[in-house]
Nanobody, 127 residues
């Protein structure tokens, strides 16, 4: 029942930065494990980053470690993904998602476990 809307995507040159936002409504995101996923052209959707309900625990796919930072502002009901040192291969539609956490995990990398999804925002990195 939580609705998620991504924003902040766009066109950026390689080496540049973008910050994606995911605004939630209907429920507090503090109730959910949150995650970012992406789908590049011709590829399946893949896990990018996840964050625990409190924000104290995070996990990233290896390809973005050291470059991306997931964070949440529960007071603003917003999830963020700060993307630095962007590469051409980061080009994708980025989705935020919310997981009720019924698996018992504090963060979730498996996309099938997520219950709610945004519609995505396009990130294009030029070479």
């Amino acid at each position: 029942q939580v609705q998620l809307v991504e924003s902040g995507g766009g066109l950026v040159q390689a080496g540049g930065s973008l910050r994606l936002s995911c605004a939630a409504s209907g429920r507090s995101i503090s109730d959910y494990i949150m995650g970012w996923f992406r789908q590049a052209p011709g590829r399946e959707r893949e896990f990018v980053a996840t964050i625990s309900r409190s924000g104290s625990d995070t996990y990233y796919v290896d390809s973005v470690k050291g470059r991306f930072t997931i964070s949440r502002d529960n007071a603003k009901n917003t999830l963020y993904l700060q993307m630095n040192s962007l590469k051409y291969e980061d080009t994708a539609v980025y989705y935020c998602a919310a997981d009720r956490g019924y698996s018992g995990r504090i963060f979730q990398t498996r996309q099938r476990r997520y219950d709610y999804w945004g519609r995505g925002t396009q990130v294009t990195v030029s070479a």
